[in-house]
């Protein structure tokens, strides 16, 4: 199965400043990634679509342009927190659609902004 | 829509008894059912999945799930509990067999007693 990494597993940043999240599929060709938010001790709730190559899908009520999305090649997508705040730490994980109808989830991603 | 209902945020078994977390869905077509295990801090573990065919599915680590469409339930079952179980699981339910981009539940908590 697909080895999904994310980096950095965990990082504080001030408030205002912007933060950038990186999910790399280490030995499968993703052309879609996937973006979650989970906040402690709730589920995963989808954010959007990353799609390789055009612009990424997001869902109902995820602000686009603060939560940048670009997937330059095949193994890798970013988010970028723009301008974040402390309502936006949370614990963010990106996962790859497998071939064989299986996703494979990176290990996450802690934010938290102060 | 789809969703996900997971009823019981909290259960708590003794080591070595057997387990039952409940899941029931919405979803106008066929379902395609998961289970995932998470530990704190880390990413997601798929457990098992239903697509078709035999509606008891065996996954890993001695789990397994039925699917009944009667009921709209996908419940997990472990006969006897290890203590390494303690963790917060996740159902979730998938639009086709793009597993990437699923509705999870709320999740439950697992506690195993000595």
């Known amino acids: 199965g697909a080895v999904v990494s994310q980096h950095p597993s965990w990082v504080i940043c001030k408030s205002g400043t912007s933060v950038k999240i990186e999910c790399r599929s280490l030995d499968f060709q993703a052309t879609t990634m996937f973006w979650y938010r989970q906040f402690p001790k709730q589920s995963l709730m989808l954010m959007a679509t990353?799609?390789?190559?055009?612009?990424?899908?997001?869902e109902q009520g995820v602000e686009k342009d603060k939560f940048l999305i670009n997937h330059a090649s095949l193994t890798l997508s970013t988010l970028t927190v723009t301008s974040a705040h402390p309502e936006d730490s949370s614990f963010y994980i990106c996962?790859?659609?497998?071939?064989?109808?299986?996703?494979?989830f990176g290990q996450g991603t802690r934010l938290t902004v102060v | 829509a789809q969703s996900v209902t997971q009823p019981d945020i909290h259960i708590t078994v003794s080591e070595g008894a057997s387990l039952e977390l409940r899941c029931n869905y919405s979803y106008g077509a066929t379902p395609y059912l998961f289970w995932y295990v998470q530990s704190p801090g880390q990413g997601l573990q798929l457990l098992l999945k239903y697509f078709s065919g035999d509606t008891l599915v065996q996954g890993i680590k001695g789990f397994e799930a039925e699917f009944k469409r009667s009921q709209s339930s996908f419940n997990l079952r472990k006969p006897s509990v290890h203590w390494s179980d303690a963790a917060e699981y996740f159902c979730a339910v998938a639009h086709n067999t793009n597993a990437g981009k699923s509705t999870f539940g709320d999740g439950t908590t697992l506690t195993v007693k000595p």
């Open positions: 996962s790859v659609q497998g071939e064989d109808t299986e996703a494979f």
């Open positions: 990353s799609n390789e190559g055009s612009k990424a899908t997001y």
